[in-house]
T-cell receptor, first 114, second 111 residues
Framework: DVKVTQSSRYLVKRTGEKVFLECVQD?????MFWYRQDPGLGLRLIYF???????EKGDIPEGYSVSREKKERFSLILESASTNQTSMYLC?????????????FGPGTRLLVL | QKEVEQNSGPLSVPEGAIASLNCTYS??????FFWYRQYSGKSPELIMF????GDKEDGRFTAQLNKASQYVSLLIRDSQPSDSATYLC???????????FGTGTKLQVIP
């Protein structure tokens, strides 16, 4: 019953490292999203993609980039990790199933930047 | 700044009671609204989606939308201890996939 998977549950990186977070969905959804979730701030949208090779900035894109080379895979890249990027990162995919809106989140990646 | 506001709680209700969770939003262009349930240490799970004024029911859950008042609510009937979680409200502008989330209301159902 796997729907959205993320490459890592926990990551520890050093300041300045390049970090790749991968997300894969098996529902043939066109829309995929990267969020970060921080206490007191809730879920904030970093980037989303509505098709292969298409991407749109969310509310907090600074310091991040994304890649969507295949429909099922959406990657988040931290070009040079900083301590303020320590967070829980959640990937989601969204589409329609039997006429109803559906969205599934992955299990999340808890990233610690030292 | 488009905002979605929720009371952080915790909201405590006895088992079997109706839990009422409320949400207001500032962007009048918002057209679609979502309720998610998030258990501690887990990722959010979509439980309701609503875009028309009025009520939408799914099992023990009812979402209510009032666009004139910019107000969305979620009612949980016959609350169970397993409903104890944080409930996130979210709003999306029409034709635009940017979804803005509230910070969530923590619900505690007391056995």
């Amino acid at each position: 019953d796997v729907k959205v998977t993320q490459s890592s549950r926990y990551l520890v990186k050093r300041t300045g490292e390049k970090v790749f977070l991968e997300c894969v969905q098996d529902m043939d959804h066109e829309n995929m999203f990267w969020y970060r979730q921080d206490p007191g701030l809730g879920l904030r949208l970093i980037y989303f993609s509505y098709d292969v090779k298409m991407k749109e900035k969310g509310d907090i894109p600074e310091g991040y980039s994304v890649s969507r080379e295949k429909k099922e895979r959406f990657s988040l890249i931290l070009e040079s990790a900083s301590t303020n990027q320590t967070s829980m990162y959640l990937c989601a995919s969204r589409g329609e199933s039997r006429g109803e809106e559906t969205q599934y989140f992955g299990p999340g990646t808890r990233l610690l930047v030292l | 700044q488009k905002e979605v506001e929720q009371n952080s709680g915790p909201l405590s209700v006895p088992e079997g009671a109706i839990a009422s969770l409320n949400c207001t939003y500032s962007d009048r262009g918002s057209q679609s609204f979502f309720w998610y349930r998030q258990y501690s240490g887990k990722s959010p799970e979509l439980i309701m989606f609503i875009y028309s004024n009025g009520d939408k029911e799914d099992g023990r859950f009812t979402a209510q939308l009032n666009k004139a008042s910019q107000y969305v609510s979620l009612l949980i009937r016959d609350s169970q201890p397993s409903d104890s979680a944080t409930y996130l409200c979210a709003a999306e502008a029409r034709g635009y996939q940017k979804v803005t989330f509230g910070t969530g209301t923590k619900l505690q159902v007391i056995p």
